[in-house]
């Protein structure tokens, strides 16, 4: 997946704002922060959806105290600006995304861009490759939610790279993979390419999930933070890579990639119950603290990337960084590493390694029970109101008041009147003798 792990951060908050394309507009901003002793740490604009407008995303280092004083003045300056404060002190007031079109605020806000690559990457010394990488990045900067995702002409070396991964690693899904993975696998290929000489593209894959369950993929150039990725699950979003890693290690690779997304993530998102699983704890990340997100990202990392089920008496995997490895899906369901039930409680206080293969797997019975267990959990999170997607709006409804709870009666009402009169037309047709095919 495109995350990592949350890191503490101290005072940082993210400003985003629009304003006309005009001389001086960004200085007067500038002006106000400065006067207000406020450091910038990053700086990045970028073409607004509204021809006469620029959008600009700041990283600034101050008290929110400082934020709030000078906000009526940012809110004269521009055309919008979003605060988004993550320390986590005030729950009610952490921003975080209402509509998917939101996601476009914070796509970019990546911790690794395009040819940026750490000195003991693969491909850090490979220029070829590193232009590679920025024309991918360049690719999900200018992604806007709506577009179809551009399709990719990969090359030969690349095509090769995912040959050797595909058949290495299809190899051994009737051994190791659950059922869900299995079923799915073959539908992929026929509609979405799935080969060992073709790299699916993201939007044939998109269309294909969003007939299956409605989840989607947005491309994106590297890392989000846990709580940005977990935000875009709320929506049935999932942030993809479109790159590939290094030839020269095809099975190593030290970021997600598109071998990762599309082998191991890709197949269960078009399974009914995986995609509500994984829906579910992006909808428990939304407004989230700080420490409630890192233990959501916790028992994201120990289900849908490291994931083990039971099934017919063996355990099979469902998480996509065993079903992408070759070498830790054997391993996972071994008797090596520790085999544990599947408790949220206990899964979010577990630490675990990022580079080396998992010491603890945790077992769950069924996708259903793991998704109440998740859904018993999100009850104990520190947030002051609930939460659910409209996914006829494309948007985040939050009841924190009467009135919305007595809409939300309504229609669950309106849903259990329809519910209750096709289970009568049932029993009348099979009083009069019919019987379903």
């Excluded at 197949?267 to 420490?291: K, R, T, V």
């Excluded at 099934?311 to 469902?318: C, I, K, S, V």
Aim: net charge negative.
């Amino acid at each position: 997946p495109a995350f990592v792990p949350p890191q503490e951060e101290t005072n940082h908050i993210r400003l985003i704002f629009s304003v006309s394309e005009k001389v001086g507009a960004l200085r007067d901003i500038l002006d106000q922060l400065k006067e207000e002793d406020i450091s910038i740490s990053h700086i990045e604009s970028r073409p607004s959806k509204r021809p006469e407008d620029i959008d600009f995303f700041l990283d600034v280092h101050c008290s929110p105290d400082k934020i709030k004083k000078i906000e009526p003045t940012l809110e004269k300056l521009t055309k919008f600006v979003h605060v988004l404060d993550e320390s986590g002190s005030d729950v009610s007031q952490i921003w975080f995304p209402r509509k998917m079109v939101d996601l476009d605020l914070f796509a970019n806000r990546v911790l690794t861009y395009g040819s940026e690559l750490s000195s003991d990457h693969p491909g850090f010394q490979d220029p070829v490759y590193r232009q590679r990488r920025q024309y991918f990045a360049d690719i999900a900067h200018y992604y806007r939610t709506g577009q179809e995702i551009p399709r990719v002409e990969y090359t030969e070396q690349e095509t090769a790279t995912w040959t050797e991964i595909f058949n290495k690693v299809s190899s051994l899904y009737p051994q190791y993979a659950c059922r869900e993975h299995q079923r799915i696998l073959p539908l992929l290929r026929d509609n979405c390419g799935f080969k060992p000489d073709h790299i699916p593209q993201l939007e044939d894959v998109n269309t294909f999930l969003k007939d299956c369950t409605g989840f989607r993929l947005r491309p994106v150039a590297g890392l989000l933070s846990s709580r940005d990725f977990l935000n875009g699950l709320a929506f049935r979003v999932f942030h993809s890579t479109q790159y590939i890693r290094h030839h020269s290690r095809p099975f190593y690779t030290p970021e997600p990639d598109v071998c990762h997304e599309l082998l191991g993530h890709v197949p269960l998102f078009a399974d009914p119950d995986f995609a509500s699983f994984s829906q579910e704890i992006g909808l428990a990340s939304l407004g989230a603290s700080e420490e409630d997100i890192e233990h959501l990202a916790t028992l994201y990392w120990f289900t849908v990337e490291f994931g083990i089920c039971r099934q017919d008496g063996q355990l099979r995997a469902y998480g996509a960084g065993l079903l992408s490895s070759a070498g830790e899906l054997e391993y996972s369901v071994s008797d090596k590493p520790e085999h544990k039930p599947f408790e949220p409680s206990k899964i979010v206080t577990t630490k675990y390694p990022i580079t080396e293969y998992q010491p603890i797997y945790f077992i769950a019975e069924s996708f259903q029970a793991a998704q109440q267990s998740l859904a018993e959990f999100a009850k104990s999170l520190a947030r002051p109101f609930g939460v659910r997607y409209n996914p006829y709006t494309q948007s985040i409804e939050v009841f924190d008041n009467h009135r919305q709870l007595n809409r939300l009666a309504k229609s669950i009402k309106r849903d259990m009147d329809i519910m209750s009169d096709a289970m009568e037309r049932l029993v009348a047709m099979e009083e009069s003798g019919w019987r379903p095919s």
